[in-house]
T-cell receptor, first 109, second 112 residues
């Protein structure tokens, strides 16, 4: 079983839609969780950290469920510019991060 | 971008040649990392360094070597022992209390 599992998609949604991604992880000792965004042929960029209490940044909401070992990302009012691959990321206790393979989102006009 | 640079952006080499990828940061961060990304795949950790003159192997270190002689520099050498070197190579840094990592723009290596 992979340490971090994501649905690769693609998720094809119309502009203005709400879309949610889940990511499951196997290492219960993981302490830090993040969502990164990666545009085609570019480097990943930090979108947001994920806190136990959940956190929101504009149209983006991230949540952590330790009991079920998953994190989620909700995007409201999708924009064309949200089209990208979203990477689920967490620490593995060795000060290096483990990356999921990513979920591709395509927002259509 | 964000104080971390990689060069060159694209690199072509013949099979059997060693090649060194550059990674420099100017934010005085202690930790630096090298990842490789293959098409449709996640990032896989090659090597990382928490402090000058020290580094650790990641998940796929075979066929690669690194050095950390200066805090701001963490070059990666792809040796001829690496079986499938063609990939997108990403360098990252982190510092302070957070585990967040920030990436350079990457180097696309193609071995012909």
């Amino acid at each position: 079983r992979k340490e971090v599992e994501q649905d690769p998609g693609p998720f094809n949604v119309p502009e203005g839609a709400t879309v949610a991604f889940n990511c499951t992880y196997s290492n219960s000792a993981s302490q830090s969780f993040f969502w990164y965004r990666q545009d085609c042929r570019k480097e990943p960029k930090l979108l947001m950290s994920v806190y136990s209490s959940g956190n929101e940044d504009g149209r983006f909401t991230a949540q952590l469920n330790r009991a079920s070992q998953y994190i989620s990302l909700l995007i409201r009012d999708s924009k064309l510019s949200d089209s990208a691959t979203y990477l689920c990321v967490m620490d593995t206790g060795r000060r290096a991060l483990t990356f999921g393979s990513g979920t591709r989102l395509q927002v259509q006009p | 971008d964000g104080g971390i640079t990689q060069s060159p952006k694209y690199l072509f080499r013949k099979e059997g040649q060693n090649v060194t990828l550059s990674c420099e940061q100017n934010l005085n961060h202690d930790a630096m990392y090298w990842y490789r990304q293959d098409p449709g795949q996640g990032l896989r950790l090659i090597y990382y360094s928490q402090i000058v003159n020290d580094f650790q192997k990641g998940d796929i270190a075979e066929g690669y070597s690194v050095s950390r002689e200066k805090k701001e520099s963490f070059p990666l050498t792809v040796t001829s022992a690496q079986k499938n070197p063609t990939a997108f190579y990403l360098c990252a840094m982190s510092g302070g209390a957070s585990d967040e990592q920030f990436f350079g723009p990457g180097t696309r290596l193609t071995v012909l």
